[in-house]
């Protein structure tokens, strides 16, 4: 047997969202026709009980189910802007503005005063404290040399010798040129590994510096340093020295502002 729909069946799914099963649930609290659904959605109370026996119906197909029964719903009035109002600022007489700006020059002196004393304090070295290394004086073209050094150092591959992968003893070891007659790596195939050439270079303006921009100088005794040149040239201790050279040479440095690039302690 075939069940029997309502009379009204037609114009509840009229209706935007209207499903056959909210007829049922619709008779089950008194809303037989679409008319008493007018009736009820014009109450908060009765809209409540709606949403609370019918899934899946909010706000918005209420909103929709009004419109299509005709119901006026009033508009939320709009809350008026704020008024606001321009207040002039009080011209300042000649007298406030020369002790406005001797103001602005005291401040300004502080601040100057308190930078120099910051500078001083950094400058002055405690005894057993951090001491500020001597930097070199280099001209532009060396300074930018450096900046594009460290550029390239960031891409450049790394030379592995030939068969590393196969022969344990050459992992880790210095780079050495393919000379075998059939070598695949001498050939520069190119499932093969980068091979040293002068394209991987550094700027030639940086070469053989120190990071810090000193030209190393190797020294052994303290003769050694008198060939140095401190603005430009740092000492480096060779490791055959001995302990107590090694101080005399560092005593020595400091007096002459060189910088040792190793020292002992």
Not at 28 to 45: N, Q
Not at 61 to 85: F, N, S, V
Not at 147 to 162: D, G, H, M, S, Y
Not at 234 to 260: C, F, N, P, T, Y
């Amino acid at each position: 047997m075939a069940e029997k729909k309502s009379p009204h069946h037609d114009e509840f799914m009229q209706l935007h969202m209207f499903k056959e099963e909210y007829i049922a649930k619709l008779e089950a609290i008194g809303i037989e026709t679409p008319e008493k659904l007018g009736e009820a959605l014009g109450s908060e109370d009765r809209i409540e009980e709606i949403h609370e026996h019918l899934k899946g119906v909010g706000p918005k197909t209420i909103q929709h189910w009004k419109e299509d029964l005709g119901i006026e719903t009033a508009e939320p009035a709009e809350k008026p802007a704020p008024k606001t109002r321009k207040v002039k600022s009080a011209e300042k007489k000649p007298e406030e503005k020369k002790e406005a700006v001797e103001e602005k020059g005291e401040e300004k002196k502080e601040k100057a005063g308190a930078k120099k004393k910051e500078e001083e304090e950094v400058e002055i070295e405690e005894e057993g404290g951090y001491k500020v290394k001597l930097k070199p004086k280099l001209s532009k073209e060396t300074l930018d040399a450096m900046k594009k050094r460290t550029e390239v150092n960031a891409r450049r591959p790394a030379f592995l010798r030939q068969e590393w992968h196969a022969r344990q003893r050459l992992q880790n070891k210095k780079w050495r040129r393919p000379r075998g007659l059939h070598s695949k790596m001498r050939h520069h195939y190119r499932y093969r590994r980068n091979v040293v050439s002068i394209g991987y270079g550094s700027p030639k303006g940086a070469r053989f510096l120190h990071p810090s921009g000193f030209k190393e100088v190797m020294v052994w005794n303290v003769k050694d340093l008198q060939k140095i040149r401190p603005e430009l040239e740092a000492a480096r201790v060779a490791h055959s020295v001995g302990m107590k050279k090694r101080q005399e040479i560092e005593g020595k440095a400091d007096e002459l502002g060189i910088r040792v690039l190793n020292r002992s302690g």
